[in-house]
């Protein structure tokens, strides 16, 4: 066994601290990675904090993950010593159900090993430990390259904000001249402006706040509408072909869905939790044949595919750059929403 020094929460209500911990031997098919930039994601607050109820402590959040390649396997065939890789937001799954073979790891059949807070489905049932740590050892399929193209600092969140992203709009066929909204300017939302436009779509983020207006444009938007202005949703009545709703909390999609055409599509990236409040009504689906749906990641292969998108693009996401003993004080930021838009671990300081 390998030991760790990482950062972990040691209970819901307890701020995260050094710790130290064992990493799984390495096997044949596994990379040994040193960690040198870790993205520090919302759903890693609802974890440490065990906001879902699903949470296991100790627990070393962490799946945005950028390092170098220190150790390979002797059955590694795409890795070596010294190359750039990353790793995302699952590390394991069976690779045999169809889902699996159909490269979308993540919908597993028989659950996916996620990054930290779950456990390894191939080693004795060992806790997942995630990024905010020196060093992690992941199977070589879990693992991706890192495009030379990539500012390795501010592509970390490409791994879970830009697949979260990228993958709804590329699955459900988002192309040029279609009318995008992008609901939420947080981690998810700036990141989905600069897919959606990259994709050829006319993109509007909707946006509580008249303050977020010149913001918003300057992340790419071509339109921009205050959702709290009645009279603007309303100009938007059955206009877009899609909507990307990357708000965490509950809200009202009602008024949204009604922005959206026939046939229009609006995706859920961001609420994990029940949508019950207020009630969405069932004739804003119904009386013009709309779909109201949900995407998760994206599978190994896709999340390789965004990365090499995002470096022909020129896309990368907009980051504070913080030490590791600032953690704690980041998470209090981020619920208040202090943050443009992203904050990236140098692990350096570690």
Request: glycine residues 8%.
């Amino acid at each position: 066994m390998l030991k760790v020094l990482g950062y972990a929460a040691e209970s819901a209500t307890s701020p995260l601290k050094p710790f130290t911990f064992e990493r799984r031997d390495a096997r044949p098919d596994d990379v040994t990675i040193e960690i040198l930039y870790s993205g520090v994601c919302h759903s890693d607050i609802h974890q440490a904090r065990n906001e879902w109820n699903n949470s296991v402590f100790p627990m070393v959040p962490g799946h945005e993950i950028i390092g170098r390649v220190s150790a390979v396997g002797s059955d590694v065939q795409k890795y070596q010593v010294g190359d750039m890789v990353g790793v995302g937001c699952m590390v394991e799954s069976c690779r045999h159900c169809a889902s699996c073979k159909a490269d979308l790891e993540q919908y597993c059949a028989n659950g996916m090993a996620p990054t930290y807070n779950g456990f390894h489905v191939h080693s004795d049932n060992l806790p997942t430990y995630g990024g905010y740590s020196k060093t992690i050892v992941v199977t070589e399929h879990f693992v991706v390259k890192i495009p030379d193209a990539l500012d390795i600092k501010s592509a970390a969140p490409i791994l879970c904000a830009g697949i979260t992203t990228y993958s709804p709009l590329k699955h459900y066929g988002v192309k040029a001249g279609d009318k995008v909204g992008i609901i939420g300017m947080g981690g998810l939302g700036h990141m989905g402006v600069k897919y959606a436009r990259a994709l050829g779509a006319e993109v509007t983020i909707f946006t509580r706040s008249a303050s977020k207006v010149a913001e918003a444009k300057k992340q790419g938007a071509d339109h921009v509408i205050v959702s709290t202005d009645p009279a603007q949703m309303e100009a938007a009545y059955e206009s877009f072909d899609f909507m990307l709703d990357t708000v965490p909390t509950k809200h009202d999609y009602n008024p949204y869905l009604a922005c959206l055409k026939v046939d229009g599509t609006h995706i859920i990236v961001g609420q994990v939790e029940p949508l019950d409040e207020p009630a969405i009504h069932s004739f804003h689906l119904i009386g013009k044949r709309r779909k109201l749906v949900g995407s998760m990641i994206g599978g190994m292969k896709e999340t390789q595919e965004v990365l090499d998108f995002s470096a022909e693009h020129g896309i990368t996401c907009d980051v504070e750059m913080i030490r590791m003993d600032q953690i704690n004080e980041a998470y209090e930021r981020m619920i208040k929403g202090d943050v443009k838009y992203r904050f990236v671990i140098d692990m350096a300081s570690l």
